[in-house]
């Protein structure tokens, strides 16, 4: 499939969350990312809509895991713990 990443979603079995979610990058070296925000901000509106809320609890099922609450209306918050890694590879001038 050619095609940068690919993410797969479902309505949760578990009643402590609203939905469920999993990515999946490969072609650009990340065979899963644990915990995606970006995902979720095209996840968030779908849901909300499909469920009629305005705020939900995601659960992202990689093998490391993590909820992602989405709070909002039309401009949909998403929150959570995150961890920032990398390097400056260059510097503006």
């Not at 899963?32 to 499909?50: F, K, N």
């Not at 995601?58 to 995150?82: C, E, F, K, M, T």
């Amino acid at each position: 499939m050619p095609t940068r990443g690919v993410v797969v979603t479902a309505r949760a079995q578990d009643k402590a969350y609203d939905f469920v979610s999993r990515f999946f990058a490969p072609a650009v070296g990340v065979d899963e990312d644990p915990v995606t925000g970006s995902a979720h901000c095209a996840l968030a509106p779908y849901w909300a809509e499909r469920l009629g809320k305005a705020s939900l609890l995601a659960y992202q099922a990689s093998r490391r895991g993590g909820l992602v609450p989405i709070s909002g209306g039309v401009g949909l918050g998403i929150g959570g713990r995150s961890l920032w890694a990398g390097a400056i590879v260059g510097q503006a001038v």
